[in-house]
């Protein structure tokens, strides 16, 4: 029954709500607004006559049905009964303002303009009605016909209250009110009003004609003009033009007939642009009201994001086991260690994590910081717990933190992080779930505003899980529309289970049959046509006039962006580098300078980069690639060093591995145990993604011709480098092909040692290149070179 009752009134409001909503049409509107326009005639002839006839008519008003009497008004019974009501009980000669705002209101049905403008000019028109009928009924008071007897009662009113003098300070008050509000009234505009005034008709005197141009240096002479409104014009310009959005126009309304052409000219021309970019919105939401917002998703709509099930839990019920009486341990063992430093504590109070404890200390007053500080080792070794960390003081608290390993620790599942809350919930571009922090929450950040990361720790501590964390993770939360991948695997093992999802997910130069590069040789080439892609994605941003890759894609959705004119929807591409170290030691420069470049520049147009890494020494992570990280994953590594070289912090020295990690994105430093995504589980993930429908082929990345290809070289003499020869000597002597050696025995610049390696190459002198290794000296001494370039010369 209830249900029913709920059902009817649910019913009955959405046809309410139907009714609401039914717009009247074009037609209705000029009918009604052409009866409130002749309405407000029959209004005016009939005010007006009423002056002239109230006295004869006065007797007749109570014989309305009468229909054999007749009123001496124009518009007769019906006249002479709506001015008594209006002129005489209502607020007498005020009430004209009447008939003028329906004849506002007829006109803007009539001419189908917006209605919400006439909402202020009723208001004001009201206030003005009120104003006006107290004011003839105190200025007038013994005719009280002009003020009503509504303005006569109120005047007699507010006599009673504040005298004359009062209800004529209040009228005054109002009437500047009106004055400022509705005509802009200011000191200077009234000034310069009469003062324009006392010249105009100065001129008019000096010369009977004034063109134009003398009215436009006369205003140009007076520099800016603050105008006041004058009477009638803006309104005129509201009412039939609806141009009351460009305040210049009412602004220099306000000028007499002269206005300057110029100026006119001047708001025309911004007219016209605003109704360009109107005219392209307009076409856009067009568009998008046919066809609906371009969806990206489209081609795969019947796309499935991979299932939670496909996630182990691990063994993890959820909760984390630890034990009060390991708890008591470690604190009295915290307690009397510090005592033996006679360090006092005030307060200790311990947060459980998953993987350590930690045991936040307040000493007592008086007890310094610093010594707590100094002495952390010697706390350390005296807990003898492997993985403690201390941190003097904790930043934002001014506590000291003691963080010690659990007996038993719990593996975070992946699965826990991806089914959490704060994960699901997450409104970031690129989300990526990581594991756990110390207090248990789960730890979701951004990658786009990362907007790269630099990942770092010694073997078998947790790095290739920690990368498939943070690549599972997108794959559950973004469609392949949305994000490419780009998968540099030297060690040719770890990401190979990504092959599946090589049309979903996988970005790759045009030539290359692996989507995941494991030639170190192939990754220059891509690193190259990343730095292309960037620069096109720029000329594309440019072109569109937004800041970043989401303003972008934004406008292009909403049709705003022509797809004839190259604009396409852009995925965000993620590079995932393994083992950098490896590639570093090979390529060297070649490698380092397109990442610092793709480093500097790539985050506005949604090219992010995955880098890891085993050996986080300063030859391998250099400055300028660490400048260009913010975002640091530290596992556990070997040396106070290399922690310093990764988080230019220690503490990753003192993790306990198995996806103990710390991250930094700036200054603080967060413990996190990694989310645990095993072998199989991946394989699982891309199964399922890889068996639904795909593209025709992996996104294609721009073509790059590298200079080392070979097909490039051309063997002109006339076009080598003028240390050519000079370059053959030292090569062919020092029997190493290396830039390198080019570069220090004649003291020349990479660039140019390089092109000149190019060159040798293309003479047969020495071989191609061979990534690590230095090239091959195909010419075996000086005699041999002597007699090749003679050769050459025949
Ligand atoms: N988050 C984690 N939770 C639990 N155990 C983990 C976690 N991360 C890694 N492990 C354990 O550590 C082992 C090694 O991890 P992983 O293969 O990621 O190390 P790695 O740093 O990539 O080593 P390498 O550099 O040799 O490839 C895993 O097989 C797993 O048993």
Redesign the pocket.
């Known amino acids: 029954m209830a249900k029913k009752r709920t059902k009817s009134k649910s019913k009955s409001t959405t046809t309410a709500k139907k009714k609401i909503s039914l717009k009247p049409s074009k037609q209705n509107k000029i009918i009604f607004g052409s009866l409130l326009i002749v309405l407000s005639i029959a209004l005016v002839f009939s005010f007006m006559s009423f002056y002239f006839t109230w006295q004869d008519d006065q007797s007749l008003l109570s014989e309305f049905a009468n229909r054999n009497a007749e009123a001496s008004n124009l518009l007769n019974k019906f006249g002479a009964s709506v001015s008594h009501f209006f002129m005489y009980q209502g607020f007498g000669l005020a009430s004209f303002v009447f008939p003028l705002l329906l004849a506002i209101t007829g006109l803007y049905l009539f001419l189908g303009l917006e209605l919400k403008g006439l909402v202020g000019k009723w208001i004001w028109g009201l206030i003005g009605v009120i104003w006006g009928s107290i004011a003839l009924g105190f200025f007038a008071s013994s005719y009280p016909l002009l003020g009503g007897l509504i303005g006569f009662e109120m005047n007699d009113f507010l006599q009673d209250y504040t005298g004359k003098i009062g209800v004529f300070l209040i009228l005054l008050f109002v009437l500047m009110v009106i004055l400022v509000r509705l005509f802009n009234f200011t000191p200077e505009g009234f000034a310069n009003f009469f003062k324009s005034q006392k010249q105009k008709i100065k001129s008019d005197f000096d010369t009977p004609s004034t063109t134009v141009d003398d009215t436009i240096n006369e205003i140009e002479e007076e520099g800016s003009i603050e105008l006041s409104m004058e009477d009638s014009v803006p309104e005129k310009i509201d009412t039939y033009t609806h141009k009351k959005d460009i305040p210049p126009l009412q602004n220099e309304a306000g000028l007499d007939v002269n206005i300057p052409e110029e100026e006119e000219s001047d708001i025309d021309l911004k007219v016209e642009e605003s109704t360009v970019e109107e005219e392209t919105d307009a076409k856009a939401a067009k568009l998008v009201e046919d066809f609906g917002e371009f969806d990206p998703k489209l081609e795969l709509g019947n796309y499935k994001f991979p299932t939670i099930d496909l996630l182990d839990a691990h063994g993890a019920s959820g909760g984390i086991t630890i034990n009060q009486e390991e708890l008591e341990e470690n604190k009295n063992r915290i307690v009397s260690t510090l005592k033996n430093y006679k360090i006092g504590i005030a307060q200790i109070k311990a947060t459980i994590g998953p993987t350590v404890t930690l045991y936040e200390i307040v000493p007592e007053a008086g007890i310094r910081i610093s010594k707590i500080k100094n002495l952390e080792d010697d706390i350390a070794l005296s807990l003898a717990a492997l993985g403690i960390r201390i941190i003097a003081p904790i930043p934002g608290k001014g506590t000291v933190g003691i963080e010690v390993p659990n007996k038993n620790a719990t ?2 599942s992946m699965r826990s992080v991806i089914a959490s809350n704060k994960f699901q919930k997450a409104e970031m571009e690129l989300p990526v779930a990581f ?1 756990k922090t110390i207090s248990n929450e789960t730890f979701v950040v951004d990658l786009a505003k990362m907007p790269h990361m630099l990942m770092a ?1 010694a ?8 990368l498939n964390a943070v690549i599972t993770s997108l794959l559950y939360k973004k469609h392949p529309a949305e994000v490419k991948f780009i998968f540099v695997d030297p ?1 040719k093992v ?1 990401l190979t289970l990504y092959n599946k999802i090589e049309r979903h997910f996988l970005a790759k130069l045009p030539d290359s049959d692996e989507a995941i590069i494991t030639d170190n040789a192939k990754v220059i080439n891509t690193l190259n046509s990343l730095c292309i892609e960037m620069d096109n994605r720029y000329e594309l941003l440019k072109t569109a006039m937004v800041r970043n890759i989401k303003e972008y894609n934004t406008k292009f959705k909403a049709r705003k962006l022509n797809p004839n004119d190259g604009h396409k929807f852009l995925p965000y591409i993620v590079l995932v580098i393994d083992e950098f170290a490896d590639l570093i030691m090979t390529a060297g420069k070649e490698v380092e300078t397109p990442i610092a470049r793709l480093a500097q520049l790539a985050r506005a147009i949604g090219i992010h980069l995955i880098i890891a890494t ?1 050996r986080p020494s300063v030859n391998v992570i250099t400055g300028i690639i660490k400048a260009n990280f913010p975002a640091r994953i530290a ?1 556990r590594v070997t040396s106070k060093i290399d922690s310093r070289t990764i988080l230019d912090a220690q503490g990753a020295d003192q993790l306990i591995g ?2 103990d990690m710390l991250y930094t994105q700036g200054n603080d430093v967060t413990r996190i ?4 995504v095993d072998t199989p589980e991946v394989a699982k993930i891309t199964d399922y993604i890889g068996s639904q429908r795909a593209y025709p082929e992996a996104h294609l990345l721009p073509e790059y011709v590298g200079e080392e290809s070979g097909t490039s070289l051309d063997n002109d003499i006339s076009d080598r480098d003028a240390m050519f020869r000079d370059a053959a000597e030292v090569i062919v002597i020092a029997q190493q092909g290396s830039a390198s050696l080019i570069q220090r025995k004649l003291k020349l610049g990479y660039n140019r040692a390089g092109r000149i390696i190019d060159q040798l190459e293309a003479a047969g002198i020495v071989g191609p290149f061979e990534g690590s290794k230095a090239r091959q000296v195909l010419v075996p001494d000086m005699y041999a070179l002597e007699q090749l370039l003679e050769n050459e010369t025949k």
Do not use: D, I, L
């Open positions: 593996v975070v594991g720790g073997t078998g501590q947790g790095k290739s899980v920690g060690k770890e085993q596992f198995r996806g145990q990694c989310a645990f």
